[in-house]
């Protein structure tokens, strides 16, 4: 995935400490993505990502923060959100991105599913924390 | 009055000018907050809170987090919670207190001993004032938590659609909190109705993500394991697609675009069996 951070510069942040903060973090996905006039389809696929990146980063990564801006390329526009948490990072991220797999009491469908639900997805874990990031074009 | 207070100054000055003191005590007061509460209950109140204070400084200490003045922050809770449920700014609370300070302010600062003194009794005045808003914004916070549970009962009606046909129409984001609700509502209201059918109405949840989704799937089978037969309606174009690419499977549970194709069918169904009662099957 191409790096994107420049676009960060002027993105919005949310930072996730509890489950109220996920719903924020979905809204602010949600204006920008209205805003550069994505397709319903793309957006609620986006959004719903973003819900589910939230959520891990919330309950496995312990909080952390969310930035999303828009970004242009090869004359197509899109929606990055990157994810970052200090928490313990992804032991196994093969095994965390099988389906129906989980750590925790959830369907195990959050990661894997968030992957299919975006067009770029780009995963970064260690110890010192994880950092996810999508990117949704336009149609 | 005797007393063995180190404030003696203070102490006599309190005593002695009570009345006065606590007249224009009310009277400043009573015109910070403008009329909003009758200068004969704030005389009440800050009458009360007058002499316990002189009762805290008769047991000769400043400390306001000291036994003695137990009873003046007990008095300090107790208003500031009225003063919070009435609508007052904290502003407001914390001068209630504040503004003894100017009451005595021409009385002690006039010589030394007793603008040191004075001085003393400010830094009490303002660890009370501190007190009061404190204890302000807990109730707020007790005011906000309540009305977020009452939003939660309110978010959540089941309504009788029709004899033996319940729906729950949910708007908005589900979380466990609220489906736990749902689900303790949706099954009594199976009961106290006798209904055979349940529909749960999505079309006002923007974002079904794995967890809403985990929720509705709980609920429907809380449902099912009483007899109910349950339906998911209200599922848009755009909700399927993103279902279907986030991976959740719902079984055999049967789902609807609309509330009123879930309502016809659920309706056929209990027609049904209606009929077959009639003819003596069931």
Known sequence: MKDYGAALASADTVSVANSSDVVSARQMVRTLAQRSGMSLVHQTKLVTAASELGRNMLVYGGGGVVRAATITDA?????????EDQGPGIGDLDLALTDGWTSGSGMGLGLSGAKRLVDDFDIDTGPGGTTVRIVKWGR | MTTDSKMPVLVETLTAQRDA?????????G????GRLSLAELGRELGELYDSILRGLNAADFDSRGEHFAETRSLLIELSRSRARQGFTPTETARSVFSLKEVLEPSLAADGKGAQQ???????????????TEAYVRTREEIISSQAEQLLELSTPVVKLWDGVVGVPLVGTLDSARTQVVMEKLLQTLVDTDSTHAIIDITGVPTVDTQVAQHLLKTVVA???MGAQCTISGIRP???QTIVALGIEFGDIPTNASLSDALRQALKEVAQDAADDARGLL
Not at chain 1, 75 to 83: K, M, N
Not at chain 2, 31 to 34: A, F, G, I, K, V
């Open chain 2, 223 to 225: 449902a099912r394991m």
């Open chain 2, 118 to 132: 004075y001085l003393q009794f400010a830094r009490l005045l303002d660890d009370l004032g501190l007190l009061t």
């Open chain 2, 238 to 240: 755009q909700i399927a």
């Open chain 1, 75 to 83: 004359g197509r526009s899109g929606i990055y959100v990157a994810f």
């Open chain 2, 31 to 34: 015109e910070d907050l403008q």
């Open chain 2, 21 to 29: 003191f606590l007249a224009q005590w009310t009277q400043a007061v």
